[in-house]
């Protein structure tokens, strides 16, 4: 007797376990055919059952359009969600926003390849305009920014309409209303859990370490792992790729290999000089290099 094939996306990822949705129809929990296929939600699979067997099985990964990754504390890269349109950062007046966070998120999506969408939720509550002076140099690098209220529903129209057709995964810190955003958007849209919980045992107690929420106008991936966030290890050289307007002068400097911090004649200290580049983004890059430096050292070599 043979068995049956399929292929489909994993929509909820629980380590050892994933559930996928069929190409054709329905969603299947799924075990794992090697522990290192390092599946995330939005993940393309191949899956097939044994005749007999009641439980499907992942045998492999199909190729990715992109991956979104972070680095641990150890400087590991962990997966968080794969083949998205779109990183959307939550941020809000309270809690208050740390814009070096928001240029870590950008960096992460930038170096993955992935189109990044500012949301400023809450705008129901007062703002201090010092506090959002930083968006200033974001806009001018083509980062669009939505202003929203989940609670209000101000801006939700405009919110859609970018979410629109596309996979967006949402991050932000804890607090700035990613859930509530969520549930002011897919309504009665409903996450499809409980899957793992019929049969296999496992599930319930499991935490999930990422999903896809299915809406009629787009996909929402979500992960707990990006309320904090490192964008995964790069060489020195490739951190400036994460700051679009650093990167562009970079062919200016005298040394092909200039990281821009005390080389001479350096175009992009320069430009951070007469402001054409903005002092906080300059030092944002400065501290992302540095953290890169103290990862790749706790990381060592050659691990
Ligand atoms: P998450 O941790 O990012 O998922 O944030 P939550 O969705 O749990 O929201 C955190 C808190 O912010 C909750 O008390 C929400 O009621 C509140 N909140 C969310 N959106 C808004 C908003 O648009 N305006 C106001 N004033 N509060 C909001
Ligand atoms: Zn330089």
Same mark, same amino acid.
């Given at each position: ?8 996306? *994993? *929509? ?7 559930? %996928? ?34 439980? /499907? =099985? *992942? ?30 950062? %939550? ?10 966070? *928001? ?42 920014? %939505? ?58 107690? =499991? =935490? ?8 009629? /106008? ?11 966030? =490192? ?40 430009? %951070? ?27 060592? /070599?050659?691990?």
């Amino acid at each position: 007797m043979t068995g049956q094939t399929d292929t489909g996306c *994993v *929509v909820e990822s629980y380590g050892r376990r994933v559930v %996928v949705a069929r190409s054709e129809s329905g969603s299947v929990a799924c075990k794992l055919k090697r522990r290192d296929l390092d599946l995330v939600a939005g993940d393309e699979v191949r899956i097939a059952v044994s005749a007999g067997d009641d439980e /499907w =099985t *992942v045998i492999e990964r199909l190729p990715r359009k992109n991956v979104f990754c972070r680095s641990d504390s150890r400087g590991r890269s962990e997966s968080l969600a794969a083949n998205l349109d779109q990183l959307g950062v %939550v941020i809000a007046p309270r809690p208050a926003c740390d814009p070096f966070i *928001v240029d870590r998120y950008l960096a992460g999506a930038e170096q993955a390849g992935i189109a990044a969408l500012l949301i400023c939720n809450k705008q129901d509550l007062p703002a201090d305009s010092d506090d959002l002076s930083f968006l200033e140099p974001l806009r001018a690098i083509g980062l669009p920014v %939505v202003a929203v209220s989940a609670r209000t529903g101000t801006g939700l129209d405009e919110l859609v309409a970018r979410l629109s057709g596309r996979r967006s995964l949402l991050a932000g810190q804890s607090g700035v209303g990613k859930s509530s955003l969520l549930n002011a958007l897919a309504g009665e849209a409903v996450r499809a859990t409980g899957h793992l919980s019929t049969g296999s045992g496992e599930g319930r107690h =499991t =935490t999930v370490s990422s999903a896809i929420l299915k809406t009629p /106008w787009g996909e929402i991936a979500d992960s707990p792992g990006v309320r904090d966030y =490192t964008p995964p290890l790069a060489p020195s050289r490739e951190v400036q790729r994460g700051y679009p307007e650093i990167a562009a002068l970079a062919s200016g400097c005298r040394f092909p290999d200039c990281l821009h911090l005390r080389e001479p004649q350096c175009a992009v200290r320069t430009a %951070v000089d007469s402001a054409a580049i903005d002092a906080r983004r300059y030092e944002s890059y400065r501290r992302l290099l540095n953290l890169n430096r103290q990862l790749e050292d706790r990381r060592g /070599w050659g691990a």
